[in-house]
Each structure stands twice: as C-alpha cells, then as structure tokens.
C-alpha cells in the first residue's frame, strides 16, 4: 500500500475512534439528565393540553351564550335609540356651533372628538333614563308601546345601569377637559337627569 495512503487512513481511523469515544461520553453524559428531560417534556405537555382544554370550554360557553349576548346588546341598543340618529344629529348642531364660537374657528381636535363624543353619550343615556321615566305611559301611546322597557324587554334595573354606564364614560371624557368644564359637566348632567322627569309637571324641559 502506498505509504501516503496507508497513514491516511490510520489518521481516518484515529478521529473516527476519538469521535466515536466523544459521542459515546457525551450520550452517558445526557443520559444522567434523561429522568428530568422526561419530566421537562410531561410538563409542558400538561400546560399545553390544559390551555387547549380551557380554550375548548371557552368557545363552548361563548357558543352556548352568544345568542343571549347578542339579544341584550340588541335590547341596549334599541333602548339608547341607536336605530335612530336623528336625535344625535339635533345635539350635535348647538354643540359644534358653541365649540366654533368659544374657539373662533375650528376648535381643536382632541376637544372636537370629546364632544361629539359626549353627545352620543348622554343622549343615549338620556333616551335610557326617559323611558325610565315614561314606562307608565308609554304602553298606552301607539308610538311608544314597543320600546323595550313598556314591553318587557329590557327591565327598569337594566336601563338604569346602561343609562348610568354611559354618564361614566362620558364623564371619564370630560376628565381630560379644563376644570370648568368638569365643574360645567356636573350641572349638565343634573339637567339631563331632570329632565324626563319635570316635563310631566312644566313644559320649560320642552322649551
């Protein structure tokens, strides 16, 4: 044999033995570690099947309530008349005319959004509060027998708690105004809350 070859195969020969001898240490070496890699391995499979179970449950129950959900939120919405926006629109005008008065022009953005904002706000929550107000007569008016509240619906307790759900949000708004328009903001809300109940006494809440 050519003697160039025959020392590269003894070389050959010798790091396959020395990689042999590594690999060999090195599965004894893991070997030791194999009981906590299976426990590793068992408890991420736990937390995985876990989460998927708890996903699972999740979308049964969202399935199985869903359609509830979605009639009240139905209910809620007929309740703040969201079906009819003219009543917002009515607001807005007087409210966007003094914002470009007080501003002698465009008023500034974040004020503009605060406000048109708060209308849709308090007249929803206005609406809610009326029917409140009105559900002894609105069941002998053709117009209003089949407002949510007159017809059973949505309970008195439920319209109370949109109605203030909706002045909270709005006054979380009126936060980020100056502090007379926070002070402003109480009296504003006096009013509205006044309002469905005295125009049964005066016709001054019409005017």
Not at 2 to 11: E, G, S, V
Not at 71 to 94: E, K, N, S, V
Not at 121 to 126: K, V
């Amino acid at each position: 044999m050519h003697p160039t070859l025959d020392a590269f195969i003894k070389k050959t020969k010798s790091q396959l033995n020395q990689a042999y001898c590594f690999l060999k240490s090195e599965f004894i070496r893991l070997k030791r570690f194999k009981p906590i890699l299976d426990r590793l391995v068992l408890f991420f499979r736990t937390i995985i099947e876990s989460i998927e179970q708890t996903l699972i449950r999740f979308y049964l129950t969202c399935k199985r309530y869903w359609p509830t959900v979605y009639d009240r939120l139905t209910q809620y919405a007929l309740l703040i008349r969201l079906d009819r926006q003219i009543g917002i629109l009515l607001l807005l005008w007087p409210t966007l005319w003094a914002l470009w008065l007080a501003a002698e022009g465009p008023p500034d953005l974040d004020i503009f959004l605060v406000f048109v904002a708060g209308v849709c706000l308090m007249r929803s929550a206005g609406v809610a509060l009326n029917d409140i107000a009105d559900q002894k007569f609105d069941g002998n008016v053709k117009r209003t027998q089949n407002r949510p509240i007159v017809s059973g619906r949505v309970s008195p307790l439920e319209a109370l708690i949109v109605a203030l759900t909706l002045i909270f949000i709005a006054f979380l708004l009126v936060l980020t105004m100056n502090t007379l328009t926070i002070q402003l903001a109480f009296v504003a809300v006096l009013l509205a809350g006044l309002y469905p109940f005295m125009k049964r006494y005066t016709y001054l809440p019409q005017f």
